[in-house]
């Protein structure tokens, strides 16, 4: 038997957290997807998961012309003197599993530059059946299995007029 190292649980540990009621699905229009099994509620810890953060000349001389680079989210890399450049980091576990959905998304993430870690949470109670997704932010690489229903709420929108803005405006 290995003898225990002499480590402060509470002081150094970082608490790994994964909701146990998740499903892998292979096929989607998007890929894969993390889809929940059970009911979720809003605010659950869906998981925490650990970053590798890439020196920005790996990311870009190495990762990006790879399909990994597709994972990867943007993260600060010091350059000193209290700078930062963007480089890319990879996360493990389901933080690289997660979908995009413009509208829909229904987990946020939060980022430890710190400890390198990512914490994931439903921003909303979330259905059994539903895929859990996140945002990608604004500049997608790839076309967004969603665009026509984005096309048709569009569509919609302009249809109604100011009536579904106002509609929209008093939920907030
Ligand atoms: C971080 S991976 C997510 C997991 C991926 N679906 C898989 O099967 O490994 C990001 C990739 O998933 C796909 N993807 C994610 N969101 C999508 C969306 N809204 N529409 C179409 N494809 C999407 C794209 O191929 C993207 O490059």
Redesign the pocket.
């Known amino acids: 038997m290995s003898s225990p190292i002499n480590v402060n649980l509470e002081e150094d540990g970082i608490a790994l957290e994964r909701f146990t009621g998740l499903v892998l699905i292979m096929n989607?229009?998007?890929?894969?997807?993390v889809f929940a099994s059970k009911p979720i509620p809003a605010g659950t810890t869906i998981d925490i998961c650990a970053a590798l953060v890439l020196s920005p000349h790996d990311a870009k001389e190495h990762i990006s012309h790879t399909e990994l680079n597709?994972?990867t989210y943007n993260w600060p890399y010091p350059t000193g003197e209290n700078g930062n450049q963007t480089t890319q980091a990879v996360v493990f576990g389901l933080g690289?599993?997660?979908?995009?959905?413009?509208h829909q998304q229904n987990v946020g993430w939060t980022r430890d530059l710190v400890r390198q870690v990512v914490t994931y949470r439903t921003l909303r109670d979330v259905r059994q059946g539903e895929e859990l997704?996140i945002s990608?932010g604004g500049h997608?690489?790839?076309?967004?299995?969603?665009a026509e229903e984005l096309k048709a709420e569009a569509e919609a929108e302009a249809r109604d007029g100011g009536e579904a803005a106002l509609a929209r405006i008093e939920l907030v």
């Open positions: 989607t229009p998007k890929g894969r997807g597709n994972y690289s599993l997660f979908n995009h959905s413009t997704c990608y997608l690489t790839f076309v967004d299995a969603d």
